[in-house]
T-cell receptor, first 116, second 116 residues
Framework: DSGVTQTPKHLITATGQRVTLRCSPR?????VYWYQQSLDQGLQFLIQ???????AKGNILERFSAQQFPDLHSELNLSSLELGDSALYFC???????????????FGPGTRLTVL | AQTVTQSQPEMSVQEAETVTLSCTYD???????LFWYKQPPSRQMILVIR??????QNATENRFSVNFQKAAKSFSLKISDSQLGDAAMYFC?????????????FGQGTELSVKP
């Protein structure tokens, strides 16, 4: 158990809908990262938040947005869902950004999103 | 932009034998970190081993060791005395130091099967 929690574990929805994925980082971790794992794109970085502020953006679609709240939990919002958004979405947390290997990212169990 | 390449989509090893998974990367940075992550059927991402680019000594963690060749930009993972529980997808990942965002850049993965 990494200490990072993600809810829900599974989500099945229809095209055009909007969903919210939730992540709670390890106690004391200030950074939260979102990754998408799909068969065709592999594991891709989406976005990072540090202590409530956006720090880095990767291949995140405009239909997707995220935020980190004062209690440090984070939410990833996916809207106007398409079939191709079906994937495993991971959240990871770490202490400080850019601190190298001491900045080990601890991954949550992921949320499996299926868009029908 | 940094890239990570794993040229072996699948590998197989006999239980108790040794197997080496390959990884190459491309970067213009001199300081960075490299990781191997394991993803078993549960889909949990588990850190196996890490290597700091400024260290010449290869990292080892019990039965896992790496062969880090900085000039060749190569970072292979050796698993000794393979066990059935080692069967998983293995991802090589790159992490910049002093990056504004501590994102991980992953390779495509190598599916390792262990034969009893």
């Amino acid at each position: 158990d990494s200490g990072v929690t993600q809810t829900p574990k599974h989500l099945i929805t229809a095209t055009g809908q909007r969903v919210t994925l939730r992540c709670s980082p390890r106690s004391g971790d200030l950074s939260v990262y979102w990754y998408q794992q799909s068969l065709d794109q592999g594991l891709q970085f989406l976005i990072q938040y540090y202590n409530g502020e956006e720090r880095a953006k990767g291949n995140i679609l405009e239909r997707f947005s995220a935020q980190q709240f004062p209690d440090l939990h984070s939410e990833l919002n996916l809207s106007s869902l398409e079939l191709g958004d079906s994937a495993l979405y991971f959240c990871a947390s770490s202490t400080k950004p850019g601190q190298g290997f001491r900045n080990e990212q601890f991954f949550g169990p992921g949320t499996r999103l299926t868009v029908l | 932009a940094q890239t990570v390449t794993q040229s072996q989509p699948e590998m197989s090893v006999q239980e108790a034998e040794t197997v080496t998974l390959s990884c190459t990367y491309d970067t213009s940075e001199s300081d960075y970190y490299l990781f191997w992550y394991k993803q078993p059927p549960s889909r949990q991402m588990i850190l196996v081993i890490r290597q700091e680019a400024y260290k010449q000594q290869n990292a080892t963690e019990n039965r896992f060791s790496v062969n880090f060749q900085k000039a060749a930009k190569s970072f292979s993972l050796k698993i000794s005395d393979s066990q059935l529980g080692d069967a998983a997808m293995y991802f090589c990942a790159y992490h910049r130091i002093r990056s504004q965002g501590g994102k991980l850049i992953f390779g495509q993965g190598t599916e390792l099967s262990v034969k009893p």
